[in-house]
């Protein structure tokens, strides 16, 4: 019989998409003269996973809400009426939908800041991806 824990969630997840997608093209962060076009993305890109970081948070609190009122109803220990129509996590819902689509811009701008990054600093690009074979057409 197997443990299969599943990992927790990653709480600075801006700053680990940033920091892996630089690792990915071998780079890290620097710091560079003011007012140069890198020092201007590092400066874009710190704060782009401070931003993804705060909504991650933000996400992880509300879901972490919600699953206890979810559990309270599976438990039989909600504390809503029967006959209410109030809905169970009212807002709640929403904001998380929210916060999961503002994390998803935030990461995508993060990954277009990263690459860009990269480029400037000329470094190089991560290895393409096989080309899968074309699947083949007609009979013998």
Do not use: C, F, W
Not at 60 to 65: I, P, Y
Not at 87 to 105: K, M, P, Y
């Amino acid at each position: 019989m197997s443990d299969t824990t599943e990992p927790g969630p990653v709480e600075a997840l801006g700053s680990k998409t940033a920091r892996d997608a630089l690792a990915a093209r071998g780079l890290a962060l620097g710091s560079h003269p003011p007012g140069t076009a890198l020092a201007t993305l590092a400066s874009l890109i710190r704060e782009t996973a401070a931003n993804v970081d705060e909504v991650q948070q933000k996400l992880l609190q509300r879901a972490d809400m919600a699953i206890r009122q979810l559990q309270s109803v599976t438990l039989g220990r909600d504390r809503y009426r029967h006959g209410s129509t109030d809905g169970l996590l009212q807002s709640l819902g929403t904001e998380i939908d929210t916060l999961v689509a503002r994390r998803g811009e935030g990461i995508q701008l993060l990954r277009t800041l990263t690459t860009s990054y990269a480029d400037l600093r000329g470094a190089p690009k991560p290895p393409p991806r096989p080309r899968l074979p074309a699947p083949r057409r007609g009979g013998p």
